[in-house]
């Protein structure tokens, strides 16, 4: 299966306009796509406050904005801050970090199907977690580590596999694909080998769930971000260029293979550290930049509205599995499983019929 490509795409590129700022600096602006990352933005903060206002102790909008603005009572201060907010938060970045990684991968493997989760970067942080949980029954900060430590040894190891003078995309996607079959294969059997006391955290943690995320979990998640999100919004030219080919891309004056080494290295460690947060929530670093390229119409990786498609992604995800099911609550990631699994089907409909596969 191939990308679009920039030829066939070009017409339906959003209008862009040229902004200078009073310093006398000037850059290009997309109108559309910055129109989609605004409208995303306002959907994810409106699923937040939604969600943080949902549970056992329900609130109003205003006053779950009240009290985050300082003004609520004891009892509300306590529910959101303690304990609805570092869900909410990290449910935000891990969907912006999964959105992010997807579309570096896509980009980079020219590929709509060259998503972390076709590529075994999930799987390689779910092995990780579970030899940790299985083998020596780790809390939870060690299973966070083995989960980043994980996805950080697949995708080095997929990216040595993929080598021959440079990783080219369609090469890259069978690797990946060689390495999610061979480490689902080792996830299973780490679930035989565990008692049953074992076995069953390591299911609950591979469905992928929200539930009791704390502080704790928020700041590491929110440095990472902070860190690699601008770095890789950075090369988002230089990403763009690529999409063209390795040979215009050096006759344009990009270092390819360097850049590509620094993209994938920060996608993984996106990709990890956000398995490690929540576990292995699924499809939404596969659907959410083709959903971002869809809405802005744009060619280019739409970094920052795959981004932000994430994160709404996740949190109205988030809202199903509280609320769409009455007492019974789901985790996350068997509500982004079912979508994204409806999602994977119409995908390969369309590029079907479009004759890309």
């Not at 079959?181 to 390591?202: H, S």
């Not at 947060?277 to 119409?297: D, E, K, Y």
């Given at each position: 299966m191939k990308a679009t490509t920039t030829k066939e795409t070009a017409?339906?590129?959003?209008?862009?306009?040229?902004?200078?700022?009073?310093?006398?600096?000037?850059?290009?602006?997309?109108?559309r796509a910055a129109l989609v990352v605004l409208l995303l933005a306002l959907v994810a903060a409106a699923a937040a406050v939604v969600l943080i206002g949902s549970g056992d102790f329900t609130m109003t909008p205003g006053e779950v904005l009240m009290t985050l603005f300082g003004h609520g009572t004891f009892q509300q201060e306590f529910i959101v801050?303690?304990?609805?907010?570092?869900?909410?938060?990290?449910?935000?970045?891990?969907?912006?970090?999964?959105?992010?990684?997807?579309?570096?991968?896509?980009?980079?493997?020219r590929n709509p199907l060259g998503s972390p989760d076709v590529l075994g970067f999930g799987q390689g942080a779910t092995v990780g977690a579970l030899t940790v949980i299985v083998l020596f029954q780790g809390g939870a900060a060690a299973v966070s580590a083995g989960a980043v430590i994980g996805g950080l040894v697949t995708g080095v190891a997929v990216y040595l596999l993929a080598w021959k003078r440079g990783v080219h995309g369609f090469r890259l996607v069978l690797v990946g694909i060689g390495?999610?079959?061979?480490?689902?294969?080792?996830?299973?059997?780490?679930?035989?080998?565990?008692?049953?006391?074992?076995?069953?955290?390591?299911?609950?943690?591979?469905?992928?769930?929200l539930d009791g995320r704390d502080w704790a979990q928020v700041w590491p998640l929110l440095i990472v971000c902070a860190v690699l999100l601008p770095l890789v919004y950075g090369h988002g030219p230089a990403l763009r260029v690529m999409e063209m080919g390795d040979d215009a891309a050096y006759a344009l004056g990009v270092r390819v293979e360097r850049t590509r080494l620094l993209l994938m290295g920060s996608a993984v460690l996106l990709v990890a550290v956000a398995t490690?947060?929540?576990?292995?929530?699924?499809?939404?670093?596969?659907?959410?930049?083709?959903?971002?390229?869809?809405?802005?119409?744009s060619t280019g990786p739409n970094l920052v509205a795959a981004t932000f498609m994430g994160a709404a992604l996740l949190l109205v995800a988030?809202?199903?599995?509280?609320?769409a099911f009455g007492d019974r609550q789901l985790p996350v990631g068997v509500v982004t499983g079912v979508l994204g699994g409806c999602y994977l089907v119409w995908l390969l409909v369309t590029e079907r019929k479009a004759g890309r596969i």
């Open positions: 017409h339906t590129a959003g209008p862009v306009r040229a902004v200078r700022t009073p310093g006398g600096y000037s850059f290009r602006m997309n109108v801050t303690d304990l609805r907010l570092p869900r909410v938060l990290v449910g935000l970045l891990v969907g912006g970090a999964l959105g992010a990684g997807g579309a570096v991968f896509q980009t980079i493997s390495a999610a079959a061979m480490l689902t294969a080792a996830t299973q059997y780490l679930i035989t080998k565990a008692n049953l006391v074992d076995a069953t955290r390591a299911v609950v943690w591979m469905t992928g769930s490690a947060a929540a576990g292995p929530i699924t499809f939404v670093s596969l659907s959410a930049p083709q959903l971002a390229r869809r809405l802005t119409r988030d809202w199903i599995a509280l609320d």
